[in-house]
Structure formats: structure tokens, C-alpha cells
């Protein structure tokens, strides 16, 4: 994403250069609300176009840039989560968020794009690890940035009601909802247990050994893969151990020279697929009670740019 565009005299405003650093903040916030990299740049630009189609004498009125930044894009955002549900009906397939690259400073570079700027940068902390992420989309709009807002970057419900249309009151059991699926979810495994299960999930992957997938495999696990009409996949989730570990192995048999890699996924230990050099799946794990619940793979190449980029 291009820089914000900068006023002529923008030498002369001293408060350009806090405008810009809010930047970092809004991208977090943008991919947590929508689990979409390139809408989260959407939203961010879309952001600034609105704060300089202002004139300078509004902007000065404004009594905090920062938070007038983060209303705007948390609009946007809701506005967008209400149109995602009915974009996602005709999606081909699953859909999974898109899925991060181990990097602080994660740069998303597009095909014909000007130079990546290093504000274009993602946080990694358990609030984007895609368990976390997944649980989000099943939540309303209004639950999903009362959340977000009030958990995660801590802002108070008598601003998030200003966001979202609704009293205090209402956030509050918005987020107190939102807050209870999360909860309800099965606590992870640590992450020395996670890295162990998910090195042991691709060697025996490697080995083609379909007992000791199963093994590392719950026996109600649930696999799903995100095509999105380009590519090859799964368009229903694979669900039992057994399945996965057949499916797993069958892939590995019609593709072959395929090689896999240990890589941090959203911050969680995660394996890639490489064809060529070109990484082709992201996969995601979800370790509960030392096994494997749930795998998420991402083979749309419309989300994996960063990972094809570092390749």
C-alpha cells in the first residue's frame, strides 16, 4: 500500500508525523476485525483519503487525530464484516483468514505495486493466531468490534458505542459474548507441546506413515482448505483422524517432489508446502489435549503473496 497522501505544506504541520504513525495501530486493528490482509490495507487507505479530504481548519478542531483515526476505520470495518457474509456464500469453498508470515514487520507486496513501506506491519500475539481468528468469524459484526476494540486494544464502551451504533450497555454484553465463545473453546496446548506435535505431524506426513498421523491426529479433528476457486481443494472440511491422515498422505502420492518446512503461522508453530521453491499451502494447527484438533490450510495464492514473496 502506498503511502497516505500528503498535503503540499506538509512541512508546516507538526502534527503530520503523529497522523502517519497511527498507521501501524490501524493495520493491526483492520486484520483483526476482518482476518484480510489486503482489506485491511483497503481500510487503512480509505482512512487517510477521508481524513485529508478534510480541510487543515477540521483536522485542527479534531481534539484527538488518533482516536477520529480508529472510529473511521472501525466503521469501515464493520460495514465491511456485514458485507462479507454475503461475499462468503459464494465463495468456492472454505474460508480461512489469511494467514501471517513469522515477522514483526510483515510488508504485503502486491504485483505492480510501488515499493512496500515499513509501516505495513502486524503485531504477532495470540489475538491473531488463527484459532483466535476462526472463533471471530463466527461472531456477529457488532460482537466482533465490540470485542476487538474493548479486549484486545482496550478502548473504553462508551467510545465503542459511538463505533457501533449501540449504548454502553450493549457493547459491554456484545464483548461479554464474544468473550464467552473464546472461552469456550479448548485451552491450547504449550507451545513446546504444539511444536513437538506439529514436527512429528510432517515427518510422519514425509514418511507417508498414515498410523502415526492418526496418532498425532484427535480422533474428531476437523481439516479444512481454502482454495478459493483457483486451486485445487477440499471444499468441505475433512472431518476423523483417519480421513485426514488418508487425505494427507494422498496428497503427498499425487504431488510429488513436494516439500514441507516448519514455519510460525500466525505466531503458532505451522508447516508450509513448497513446489519448486514456491510455498503453494499454509497450514495452521490447533493442539489441544497433545493432539491435533483442527488444521486450517490456505492454498489460495491470493493470500499467500508475503509467503511466495520470502521464498
Not at 461472531?139 to 463505533?163: Q, S
Not at 505451522?270 to 499451502?281: C, E, F, R, S
Amino acid at each position: 500500500m502506498n503511502t497516505p497522501p500528503r498535503p503540499a505544506d506538509d512541512r508546516l504541520d507538526p502534527s503530520l508525523s503523529a497522523i502517519v504513525s497511527e498507521r501501524r495501530q490501524l493495520i493491526n486493528l483492520a486484520y483483526r476485525l476482518l482476518g484480510s490482509l489486503a482489506d485491511a490495507e483497503d481500510v487503512v487507505q480509505e482512512t487517510y483519503t477521508r481524513w485529508y479530504a478534510m480541510s487543515r481548519r477540521q483536522q485542527q478542531a479534531i481534539v484527538s487525530p488518533g482516536g477520529w483515526l480508529t472510529k473511521v476505520a472501525s466503521r469501515i470495518c464493520l460495514d465491511l464484516l456485514g458485507s462479507a457474509r454475503a461475499r462468503r456464500e459464494t465463495y468456492v469453498g472454505e474460508w480461512i483468514p489469511e494467514p501471517l508470515p513469522d515477522r514483526t514487520e510483515w510488508i504485503n507486496v502486491r504485483p505492480g505495486g510501488a515499493a512496500p513501506d515499513p509501516a505495513d506491519r502486524v503485531t504477532l500475539d495470540e489475538s491473531v493466531n488463527m484459532a483466535f481468528l476462526v472463533v471471530l468469524e463466527s461472531m456477529t459484526p457488532a460482537e466482533r468490534v465490540a470485542f476487538i476494540l474493548h479486549d484486545v486494544f482496550r478502548y473504553p464502551f462508551n467510545e465503542i458505542a459511538e463505533i457501533v451504533g449501540r449504548t454502553p450497555a450493549a457493547c459491554r454484553q456484545l464483548a461479554s459474548s464474544a468473550r464467552h465463545r473464546i472461552r469456550a473453546a479448548e485451552p491450547p496446548a504449550s507451545a513446546a507441546t504444539r511444536r513437538s506435535v506439529v514436527r512429528e505431524f510432517k515427518r510422519a506426513w514425509e514418511a507417508k506413515d498414515i498410523e502415526a498421523l492418526i496418532t498425532l491426529l484427535d480422533p474428531h479433528a476437523t481439516a479444512a482448505s481454502d482454495g478459493g476457486g483457483l486451486v485445487n481443494s477440499a471444499l468441505r472440511p475433512i472431518v476423523g483422524a483417519e480421513q485426514i491422515a488418508r487425505f494427507t498422505v494422498e496428497i503427498s502420492s499425487r504431488v510429488p517432489g513436494m516439500t514441507f518446512l516448519e514455519r510460525t503461522v500466525n505466531g503458532q508453530p505451522g508447516l508450509i508446502a513448497q513446489q519448486d521453491g514456491v510455498t503453494v499451502t499454509v497450514m495452521a494447527f490447533d493442539v489441544a489435549g497433545g493432539r491435533i484438533q483442527h488444521i486450517w490450510a490456505v492454498r489460495n495464492p491470493d493470500k499467500l503473496r508475503p509467503w511466495t514473496a520470502e521464498s
